[in-house]
């Protein structure tokens, strides 16, 4: 293998495992932070296809517009707080011999990292508006994101931290059809719009000289999606949806382009209220289809300032992962006509299959969800919920080869292992009027 193929397949490692998180935290992939509604995040997202308790639900179905009889405002933010950490981890360098396939390590050092998360604020806005006892239409605004990585400038691992700087905003249109007191159908259109700053260090430089230097990339995509609610009484009724999303591509002013698809999601939702009780029921399952997530395109990388132009203009990777599943259960119980207080949990399945990472701190998570509602009065409420998302304990392990002049193969390695773990605290407040 020749140095250019040697160095083109060595870089390429590293921009992998960026747009890998690119695509996990922009754009709701494998670590799914959900940011829709406060009255959500105060369930664990336990029915929100279905409960339609304010006009956030067409964020999850746009067939429970069907169930307002009014117009619906609701408005709101969620801050999302992210405590990352990579413990029990090594950093090691040395010569990599490419007759034989080998490595030698010369020195090994610690690598541990905490304080690497941030707090992001994702607002959100939705209007629902009925027609007719048939028809209604809605409109909304959302982040289906809100999330910040930086390694410090001086960590050993350079080149496998960096900072990651995500954005995403979701524009939706949508209508629903009543088609008879048990079902209704809905649908909608999605403009997506995502930017992201992604560094990566050349090994030995720390942040002298950058091996990834992607700043403000950015760009839309269209997206749409599908639903329908059966409601079997006052009291109990199920939802169903699909959404579609696009394949998504970014670009920055140096001209860097990443083309990744985005995964395809399905929900089942009901809610239940528990006849002569004040107390009611509610589930969800959710699948996310990461299965799809099959090659990532980059092109235009010979107009990049940063190490990459070196490694030519265009690639195409195979990079697999697996389907992603929720399951949530909450409960809801409805104290007075001034109160309602809701509890939720949720399991979260990881999309990352075989191939971890530190900048990608992604495994299985449960949800610990709680909230209320304050109705000020007949026509308003205030939402408040709070979420603990505790992530699983994760062995990591990476490796890269370059060219080196120094080395005394030709070749530079290096490897960091360890494990990482990722707990999020998510706060939501709204506000929900009818007119």
Known sequence: ????????????????????????????????????????????????????????????????MALFDKTELSLGFESITSMIEVKDATYSSGAYIPATGTTI???????????????????????IVPVSDKFAWGINAYSNF?????????????????????????????????????????????LIYGQGTFKRAVPGTNSAAYLLNVDKADGFAFGFNIGTVYELDENNRFGLSYRHSPTFSAKDDAGQKVTLPLPDMAEFSGYHKI???????????????WGSFETIDFENLDSSESALAAAGSTYEKEYQWKDGWHFALGGTYYLNQDWTVRAGYMYDTSAQDDLTSISVP????????????????????????????????????????????????????????????????????????SF
């Open 362 to 433: 992604d495994s299985d998570r449960q949800w610990l969800s709680t909230g209320f509602t304050y109705h000020i009065d007949s026509s308003s409420n205030i939402d408040f919920g709070i979420t603990y998302l505790m992530g699983k304990e994760t062995d990591v392990k990476e490796s890269l080869v370059l060219p080196s002049s120094s080395s005394p193969t030709g070749y530079a390695y290096t490897e960091v292992s360890g494990k990482t773990k990722a707990d999020a605290i998510l706060l939501g407040l709204q506000y929900s009027r």
């Open 146 to 190: 809100g999330t910040k990585t930086e390694f410090k400038d001086d960590y050993v691992a350079a080149e496998y931290g960096g900072l990651t700087d995500v954005k995403s905003f979701n524009l939706g249109l949508a209508t629903s059809y009543r088609i008879d007191e048990h079902w209704s159908l809905g649908a909608g259109l999605d």
């Open 275 to 289: 006849e002569d009780t004040k107390f009611a029921v509610h589930y969800s399952v959710q699948w996310i289809g």
């Open 1 to 64: 293998m020749n140095k250019t193929r040697l160095f083109k397949k060595s870089l390429l490692a590293v921009t992998i495992t960026t747009a890998t998180l690119a695509s996990q935290q922009a754009l709701a992939a494998g670590f799914q932070l959900n940011a829709q509604s406060a009255t959500g995040i105060g369930r664990a997202f336990a029915g929100d296809a279905v409960i339609a308790d304010n006009a956030s639900v067409m964020a999850r179905n746009p067939a429970a």
């Open 105 to 127: 390590i010369t020195q090994s050092k610690d690598a541990d990292a905490d304080g690497i998360g941030d707090t992001s604020i994702a607002p959100n806005i939705h209007l």
